[in-house]
């Protein structure tokens, strides 16, 4: 096939793990006979600099007329100091509202090789495979009154059916495709806007009788996590709880550095690691490439429907780390394990382009 996806490498080190991302989709474009052109954008601290805005019209254009959208991370200390309003991580919201895209999936798969890595114990880690379905463009990222009266400030939790309908469908949908089960997450003890979800989520899992639906509240789903992860198969929640679930239960591998997102549902996908631009570890090349490549998996499974090649980046992923490659974030914690190797950024993503190049290679 032949498409054009927007390049948006961002800051810190998105930039350093986007291109290794990249290099992967030219690899699999070569060896499947595809034709990828990448079309280069600013987006966050990078394009206040350059264009005065974090999400300026030139991205915008080069966006809308792109197949997908491959995002590194936004931020930069620098900008501390701005109103929520002015920061570059208002440049990803803007985006995302832009492509319309209301449902972010967050996939936590700890594969064998990621047991050794964890700050768990291996029984309560081995085998976790869940999904976070998080709601993307309300509840009080973007609910309005927002601001400030004096010395009180004031920021709005809000949904309406529709939106919740609309997320809660596709986490059944996704469910359906998995092992058949729902734990939707809110605080229906306390906000009325959590009431209104979960009476939503009733709703529609009557249309997915095949679809096993429980109810948690936050607060006791962050317990579970850590406590028996291994009981999730879908988590469906909103904005606010998905983001702070998706770190932690990113932990659950050891780091945020392997986490992969696609934010779906509107006209164009985006697709970006979970972590952030992290400003300590920027510029020093020790960057985990794989919650990036991960997410150019999603992006050639979701955008482009080419589910073979995206499952060749997996399996490719879990074979440079069965061969112990491991950046500084994923050190092992069992201090024994003296096969592992440290390596950059590039060494990582150079092997795991090297088991995509020959699969079968051990
Ligand atoms: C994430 C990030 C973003 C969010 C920030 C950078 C706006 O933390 O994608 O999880 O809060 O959604
Ligand atoms: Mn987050």
Not at 66 to 89: I, M, N, R, T, Y
Not at 180 to 189: F, L
Request: hydrophobic share 40%; with cysteine; aromatic share 6%.
């Amino acid at each position: 096939m032949k498409a054009r996806i927007a390049f948006l490498p961002g800051d810190g080190i998105g930039r350093e793990v986007l291109v290794e991302a990249r290099q992967v989709l030219e690899i699999i474009a070569s060896e499947h006979g595809h034709e990828f052109e990448f079309v280069e954008g600013d987006i966050g601290a990078i394009a206040i600099e350059r264009h005065g805005e974090a999400f300026p019209l030139p991205t915008r254009e080069i966006c809308e007329s792109s197949q997908a959208v491959l995002l590194g991370a936004v931020g930069h200390p620098k900008f501390d100091h701005l109103p929520p309003d002015k920061k570059p991580e208002r440049g990803l919201l803007a985006l995302r509202e832009f492509l319309g895209n209301y449902a972010n999936l967050r996939p936590v798969l700890i594969s064998e090789p990621l047991i050794d890595s964890s700050p768990l114990k291996s029984d309560v880690v081995r085998g976790v495979d869940m999904l976070i379905v998080r709601e993307l463009l309300g509840g009080i990222y973007f609910g309005k009154p927002r601001g400030r009266d004096g010395d009180r400030a004031y920021d709005t939790e809000t949904y309406s059916r529709d939106e919740v309908r609309r997320i809660a469908r596709m986490g059944f949908k996704l469910a359906q495709l998995r092992h058949r089960k729902v734990t939707s997450v809110d605080k229906a003890n306390v906000l009325e806007s959590s009431v209104l979800w979960r009476e939503t989520v009733a709703e529609v899992a009557r249309e997915f009788t095949d679809v096993k639906l429980e109810n948690m509240y936050v607060d006791n789903c962050a317990m579970q996590i850590v406590a028996r992860p291994q009981q999730f198969d879908v988590i469906l929640t909103n904005n606010m709880f998905g983001d702070i679930l998706s770190d932690e239960a990113a932990m659950l591998g050891g780091s945020l550095g392997v986490l992969p997102s696609a934010s779906i549902g509107g006209k164009v996908g985006l697709y970006e690691p979970v972590h952030g631009s992290a400003p300590d570890i920027a510029g020093k090349g020790i960057a985990n490439p794989i919650g990036a490549i991960s997410s150019a998996a999603m992006l050639l499974e979701h955008s482009f429907g080419l589910h073979h090649e995206a499952t060749k980046i997996d399996r490719a992923v879990v074979k440079a780390l069965s061969r112990h490659y491991r950046t500084p974030d994923l050190k092992s914690r069992t201090k024994e394990k003296t096969e592992e190797r440290i390596v950059s950024t590039r060494e990582m993503a150079e092997c795991i382009r090297d088991f995509i190049r020959t699969p079968d290679a051990t």
